[in-house]
């Protein structure tokens, strides 16, 4: 199975700020199958992006992802408040869908 | 509006069973494959089973295969998913989750999740 490590675990800054997330996988995704999810206390996991660059319906244009391969990124231009959560990879090219450990993003 | 409910989850001892229902509303619901994930306490999301739109194909990770059974109704578009022989190790919140457009695997709704505790 294709085990994702995230860094870093967590990751301290101010609202405005960029935040970039990285997801790493042991072998390759294929067809860049990762997804990033974004989730609250007390809430379940909300789909950001797909297909490794796709925003899911409604995801504001400050989320955007990258990479291929192993080396995946998610990246919060500017952090608004509502942005402070845990965020979560998944691969899904190749059975069994796995998720990273997650990175929590927490105000400084 | 659409969204899943799920049901079902409760304290159970190790080696008993336990069923759990995920009721969609508001989607053409045996268009979609749907899945089961779990999270125990402080971890991240595990992918525990799946089934298509059908319910003709099912798939399960290697930590349920044997115990679990996934399967679903679409005349009363719900999800189902029985546990036997449960462990410890499965004692996490149980989410219901629906698969994306463009693939099945990445899941675009989730439930609000039922916590299934295992313990004596």
């Known amino acids: 199975e294709i085990v994702l490590t995230q860094s870093p675990g967590t990751l301290s800054l101010s609202p405005g700020e960029r935040a970039t997330l990285s997801c790493r996988a042991s072998q390759s995704v294929s067809s860049s199958y990762l997804a990033w999810y974004q989730q609250k206390p007390g809430q379940a996991p909300g789909l950001l992006i797909y297909?490794?660059?796709r925003r899911a319906t409604g995801i504001p244009d400050r989320f955007s992802g990258s990479g291929s391969g192993t080396d995946f990124t998610l990246t919060i231009s500017r952090l608004e408040p509502e942005d402070f959560a845990v965020y979560y990879c998944q691969q899904y090219g190749s059975s069994p869908w796995t998720f990273g450990q997650g990175t929590k993003v927490e105000i400084k | 509006e659409v969204q899943l409910l799920e049901s079902g989850g409760d304290l159970v001892q190790p080696g008993g069973s336990l069923r759990l229902a995920c009721a969609a509303s508001?989607?053409?619901?045996?268009?979609?494959?749907l899945s089961w994930v779990r999270q125990a306490p402080g971890k991240g999301p595990e992918w525990v089973s799946g089934v298509s739109g059908s319910g003709g194909y099912t798939y399960y990770a290697d930590s349920v295969k044997g115990r679990f059974t996934i399967s679903r109704d679409n005349s009363k578009n719900t999800l189902y998913l029985q546990m036997n022989s449960l462990t410890v190790d499965d004692t996490a919140v149980y989410y219901c989750?629906?698969?994306?457009?463009?693939?099945?695997?990445?899941?675009?709704?989730w439930g609000r999740g039922t916590l299934v505790t295992v313990s004596s």
């Open positions: 297909g490794a660059s």
């Open positions: 989750a629906k698969a994306g457009v463009y693939a099945t695997g990445y899941f675009d709704l």
């Open positions: 508001g989607l053409t619901f045996s268009t979609y494959t």
